[in-house]
């Protein structure tokens, strides 16, 4: 008879928390499927070359909405929010949904969602949510990119950060500060310290040639970059259902000069790597991380298309090499990705 399962909890607790490395923690729990009940998701480890499975009971059918300093973000139906560390399982409340200045009116205002389910809507009042620091320290903030035209709210209360704010496409915290990109390459400042209310300022102008695609803010030992994911979106009919899905092509890459005050292209990342996704942005270096190959993009699906569920259809995900100018297969820890859904996200470990 298995016996693991008659340790105190109280004495699982304690060797846990013994324990630095995240791979040891998830080895942990797999010990004893008493210690490990609900849904069940994976860490591919790139390192290793390894799958590690955990259950989350936390996650159950819940969408997660981004990832920082080791911890994802989970969104409910019901409107809550908030922070979970998958290997510690410690949860951080935030404030939910129905907090986000305006959010009752969007909803209600005519015209705007009446025609959509509670699934669009639930996905188009928040897009993403990011940390300014781990949210074990007590001072950390979170900031939401929310609603269709792009809103910014911050935690505690989820205060508008300016109502006359233009909309975003994406947001960054770089070096302590706040920025927020637009769809044009316009890129703001937002000091959420200032009082009564947070101050918003244009640190770069609008880039003439960028038009539609994903944007994407990255910070990196460089500075700040803008990336342009451009993609080919398609209609297609599926159960008597229109559904839009969208095809990456490739990407394009600007980076902040040396004044901190315009855009400029470049082609090539270095031995830098990026991730892309709804988790906060990420750039490593290849010499640190050899595994993973230089000047190359690892990007994930962005869009939560609930139609697409259960059809086969693949997510859009891949490694686009800027060398070659061409996208590979993501390297992947399933041979079935029609089973993984949603789609996955990139996270930092961070057991603590």
Known sequence: MNQWSLLPIELLNLIEESLDLYHDKVRLRCICSSWSVGTSCAFFDSL???????ELPEAGEKVLKGSAYGWVVVAEKSGAIFLLNPLTRNKIKLPPRSKFPDVRNAVLAPGRYQSHDATHVLNHLLR???LSSSPTSMDFVAVALYGEYGHLAYCKKWSLINNKFPTCD????????????KCNGQLMV????????PIVTEV????PRIQGGDMYLVGSSSGLMMVRRCIHVDRCSISNKEIYTSKTLS???FKLDTSGRNWYQVQSLGDDVLFL??????????????????NCIYFTDVNYNFGLKGTGRPFDEGVFC???KKIESLPTYSSDLNEVWPAPIWVTPNPY
């Open 48 to 54: 290793e070359k390894k799958v590690h499975k955990v």
């Open 128 to 130: 993403k949510v990011i």
């Open 170 to 181: 994406d947001i960054i915290f770089h070096e302590g500060q706040l920025y927020a990109l």
């Open 190 to 197: 937002c000091d959420i310290d200032s009082c009564p209310k």
């Open 204 to 207: 770069a102008p609008a880039y």
């Open 251 to 253: 990407f394009m890459i």
């Open 277 to 294: 996704g709804l988790n906060s942005p990420l750039a490593i270096s290849s010499h640190d991380y050899p595994v993973y190959k230089r």
């Open 322 to 324: 800027l060398d070659e």
